[in-house]
């Protein structure tokens, strides 16, 4: 008999770190699947090496609910680990891997429920949704949503199993992530008269960004249910300069937004390129030159699921926990909902576990999830 532990051993054993390729793992989901008698679409990304995976069990009939995961994790540096990352092994009630948590421990509760969904006459279908490289910014989801209305008729809902110790989560942050180039001119650091400092320039651009993030902290708009309650701007790298005496020619960093329900992400960076506009007139009109360049690299919504919407309600007695207003990580829900299908996040294990060493979930929890699953299965057959 299998296991929710070991489907969830197999699943470790994959190394699929976000931005390699997944085919091993998405055969391995597509055969345990079909093993059950239960067909499954391959969606893949334009990538060429990345796909995702979308089944279907029960009638070919709206109403049905989606259970959504990622397949893909961060890596895993050795330090820290006491074992082999991607090989599961158990210490009491805990089982540890990279993604154990985050979030194959998920996967594996709803392919472990497979053999019993699939044997019930269900009267609305509940529908699988695996995707890749969610952890670099929500990728490859995307594609798989594109294609939703030839895949499935209109679902009822969409449940991301996302570890919330499955309380429902009805609203979280989006982001956007981008990387901007300064361009200048290099020269001797004697003479910097006739160079183009590219870092001094990049300051002057961090500091609007720093004076934008204060702007929100102070003026809003707030959500009270956020935390912190108010959208944020930040620097998080910087690189620049190949020596002390040098004026350098490039300087590269990269700044993220993250925004409360009813604040777009890309707006909160709107202020960029005009920022840059006026530091390059500057320049210009000292005699001096600057160019900037911007490169999107994430960019996912937020998730607003109303109070009264029905999947509120369901999903608090399937999973036996009242709803939960609010988280400020993101995950792929907000691009459901953008795409029309209302969508919570809920799922097994605590997300401060994620994405370091010794990550691991409990036999409880892969229990819990388990019971869900079968208490969807139960509003599903009636």
């Avoid at 089944?55 to 330090?79: N, W």
């Avoid at 010794?358 to 057959?381: H, K, V």
Wanted: aromatic fraction near 4%; proline fraction near 8%.
């Amino acid at each position: 008999m299998t296991t929710v532990e070991t489907v969830l051993a197999d699943l470790v054993a994959f190394p699929s770190i976000c931005r390699t390729p997944n085919a091993a793992i998405i055969e391995h989901v597509r055969g345990y699947l079909a093993s059950h008698g239960v067909e499954s679409v391959i969606v893949p990304g334009p990538e060429g090496d990345r796909s995702n995976l979308f089944a279907t069990i029960g009638p070919r009939e709206p109403g049905g609910i989606i259970l959504s995961a990622h397949l893909d994790v961060v890596p895993a540096a050795p330090e820290g680990w006491v074992g082999q990352p991607f090989a599961l092994r158990r210490n009491g009630d805990r089982l540890i891997g990279r993604g154990a948590v985050d979030m194959k421990g998920f996967v594996a509760s709803v392919l472990a429920s497979v053999p019993d969904l699939a044997s019930r006459r269900l009267t609305r279908p509940v529908h699988i949704a695996l995707s890749y490289d969610e952890e670099v910014g929500c990728v490859g989801v995307r594609h798989l949503i594109a294609r939703l209305r030839e895949l499935c008729p209109r679902p009822a809902g969409c449940i991301v199993g996302e570890p919330t110790d499955l309380h429902p989560v009805l609203r979280h942050k989006g982001k956007i992530a981008q990387r901007v180039t300064v361009e200048g001119k290099a020269g001797h650091s004697s003479r910097t008269d006739l160079g183009d400092n590219a870092i001094h320039y990049a300051a002057e651009l961090m500091a609007a960004v720093h004076a934008e993030a204060r702007r929100h902290a102070v003026e809003g708009p707030f959500a009270d249910s956020f935390a912190p309650p108010y959208s944020t701007i930040q620097v998080g790298t910087v690189q620049g300069g190949t020596g002390i005496n040098i004026v350098p020619a490039q300087c590269v960093f990269e700044v993220e937004a993250r925004a409360i329900a009813g604040q777009e992400p890309a707006g909160l960076l709107a202020f960029l390129p005009r920022e840059a506009e006026r530091i390059h007139a500057a320049a210009v009109a000292d005699g001096h030159n600057v160019v900037f360049g911007f490169e999107t690299m994430s960019d996912y919504p937020p998730l607003d699921l109303p109070d009264e919407d029905p999947l509120v309600g369901l999903t608090e007695d399937v999973s036996g926990n009242p709803r939960q207003q609010a988280v400020s990580f993101g995950t792929e829900a907000g691009l459901f909902q953008a795409a029309g299908i209302p969508a919570i996040v809920c799922g097994p294990g605590d997300v401060n576990r994620a994405h370091k060493p010794e990550e691991y979930i409990t036999d409880a929890e892969l229990a819990g999830a388990m019971a869900m699953i079968a208490r969807i299965r139960d509003r599903l057959s009636s």
